[in-house]
């Protein structure tokens, strides 16, 4: 279906970026699947390109590009590559703009610019072991002692866990008030920042995730973002804007996937034809595509919504609940529609499958979607 509301430039970004992965990227996926993480030096080519925090200001060395659809395109060539743990959407989309937006000026000077030169890769860290959906459940606090806090607790499945220089780590500063915490910046290195192993996966092979230790971690005043009690309302403010990132990759997974199956069953042949020529295959891709037009139209009008600050937290969630619910049966379909090579991992399908199925439980599972949705119906 054709697309309207990408202009010349964005045409001209997504080349550019498609030529950077093909490059870059692809060639060293497998080598990093089996490492299990990226090779750190990717992040710095990408930030020489201009492909890290395109929207940030051009003093910290970005191109204000403030247009969605430039994060919109990355999201999407990535998924096209299936490239799950090159993480440039969670760096730029997700955890920048916590700096930028909550930041002072001395510390979008500080971090800003090693973040936009991929020199300082960034994680944020609200998970716990036993707090994931309830945020407010969490238990790692920052106690503040006059002119430092200290930080104790610890964080599990962040990603880009082994890789962060920076992480923003979300803590509670009085235990008086369960929704008060703050966002605090842990940097490498820091005396008493410990991580653990790279947690094994279902899929996103090539992507850390990790869980990191907090003990007695000394923190200047200057690493808390904005207000020390403020910190749950940021997230809650950011969460929009991530699950729109979540809904343009899913649709572009979902799109990649109906591709790898087509070309399949025009391939593999079953009792004398094509398996593409059984009604039953048909029908099934006949659903998927129409399925994942709509997705589109309706995450493209996201976009350009949330371009003009009018994306509602209610619709991000209705994005991301449709399209990564859609991504998971598309990519089921698909291995069903492979027959057993779709159960082997040299195909694109099987690792697609595998690496569907987190969509629809990170950055808020489909439960917690449905819960701000009907919430915002005042039932
Ligand atoms: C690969 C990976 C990468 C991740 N990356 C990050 C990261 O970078 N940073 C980070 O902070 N976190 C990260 N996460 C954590 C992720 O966001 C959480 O796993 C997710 O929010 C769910 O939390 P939980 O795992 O504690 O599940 P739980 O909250 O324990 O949920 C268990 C089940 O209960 C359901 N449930 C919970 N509450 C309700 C409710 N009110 N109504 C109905 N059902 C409910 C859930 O939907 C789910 O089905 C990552 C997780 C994974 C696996």
Redesign the pocket.
């Known amino acids: 279906m054709l697309r309207n509301h990408f202009e010349t430039e964005h045409n001209l970004f997504r080349d550019a970026f498609r030529s950077f992965l093909n490059k870059e990227v692809v060639p060293h996926q497998e080598e990093w699947e089996e490492a299990g993480v990226v090779d750190r030096s990717v992040w710095r080519k990408a930030g020489e390109m201009g492909f890290l925090l395109p929207w940030a200001e051009e003093e910290y060395g970005g191109t204000a590009l403030k247009d969605f659809r430039y994060e919109q395109i990355m999201c999407e060539e990535l998924a096209a590559i299936n490239e799950p743990g090159f993480m440039i959407p969670?760096h730029s989309a997700?955890c920048g703009p916590y700096i930028a937006e909550y930041g002072n000026a001395e510390q979008k000077a500080r971090w800003l610019p090693g973040i936009i030169r991929g020199e300082s890769i960034l994680?944020?860290?609200?998970?716990?072991?036993?707090?994931?959906?309830?945020l407010a459940g969490m238990r790692t606090t920052a106690v503040d002692k006059g002119d430092h806090f200290v930080l104790n607790g610890s964080?599990?499945?962040?990603?880009?866990?082994l890789l962060a220089d920076l992480v923003i780590v979300?803590a509670k500063t009085d235990p008086a008030n369960k929704h008060a915490m703050g966002l605090f910046v842990v940097e490498r290195g820091m005396e008493g920042f410990e991580r653990g192993r790279n947690?094994k996966?279902l899929g996103?092979k090539s992507?850390d995730?990790a869980e990191l230790f907090f003990n007695n971690v000394k923190l200047p005043k200057e690493n808390l973002l904005g207000d020390a009690k403020g910190g749950f309302f940021y997230l809650m403010n950011m969460l929009a804007q991530e699950r729109l990132t979540n809904a343009c990759g899913a649709v572009a997974g979902a799109e990649a996937a109906l591709n790898a199956t087509v070309d399949y069953v025009k391939e593999r042949k079953a009792f004398d034809r094509p398996v593409a020529h059984f009604q039953n295959t048909r029908f099934k891709l006949a659903e998927m595509r129409t399925q994942i037009d709509v997705a589109q139209v309706f995450t493209d009008r996201c976009v350009m919504d949330h371009n003009q600050k009018k994306l509602t937290p209610e619709v991000a969630a209705e994005a991301k609940l449709f399209t990564t619910e859609l991504l998971c049966k598309v990519v089921d379909e698909g291995v069903q529609l492979h027959g057993g090579w779709g159960y082997m991992w040299e195909y694109p399908i099987c690792k697609m499958y595998a690496n569907a199925r987190?969509q629809r439980?990170?950055?808020?599972?489909?439960?917690?979607m449905?819960?701000i949705i009907s919430r915002g119906m005042k039932l």
């Open positions: 969670l997700l994680a944020v860290a609200m998970t716990e072991p036993s707090a994931g959906s309830d964080k599990v499945f962040i990603s880009n866990g979300a947690l996966k996103m992507q995730t987190i439980i990170f950055a808020g599972t489909s439960e917690i449905k819960e």
